[in-house]
């Protein structure tokens, strides 16, 4: 059972940093709001006991957080 969590969250982490490498070309507003996406998902993740619907949860309040922080910063000239 734990060779397989951690292999699980290895292939997260993973896809999560090829995902993010992809983020070269994207305004500030949309890399802050990827970023807050995969980082609320896991909170939720976390958070919710491993639940689809605290992933999910997560993943959208973070998103929508990120989309503001960005935002906000393009607005500052950050």
Same mark, same amino acid.
């Given at each position: 059972? !734990?060779?397989? !969590?951690?292999?699980?969250?290895? *292939? *997260?982490? $993973?896809?999560?940093? %090829? $995902? %993010?490498?992809?983020?070269?070309?994207?305004?500030?507003?949309? !890399?802050?709001?990827?970023?807050?996406?995969?980082?609320?998902? @896991?909170?939720?993740?976390?958070?919710?006991?491993?639940?689809? %619907?605290?992933?999910?949860?997560? $993943?959208?309040?973070?998103? *929508?957080?990120?989309?503001? @922080?960005?935002?906000?910063?393009?607005?500052?000239?950050?």
């Amino acid at each position: 059972m !734990k060779t397989t !969590k951690r292999l699980s969250v290895s *292939v *997260v982490i $993973a896809t999560m940093l %090829l $995902a %993010l490498g992809g983020c070269a070309g994207m305004s500030t507003t949309d !890399k802050a709001t990827a970023i807050g996406a995969g980082v609320g998902g @896991v909170a939720g993740n976390l958070l919710g006991g491993g639940g689809a %619907l605290g992933t999910i949860g997560g $993943a959208a309040v973070g998103g *929508v957080i990120g989309h503001e @922080v960005g935002r906000n910063q393009e607005r500052r000239g950050y």
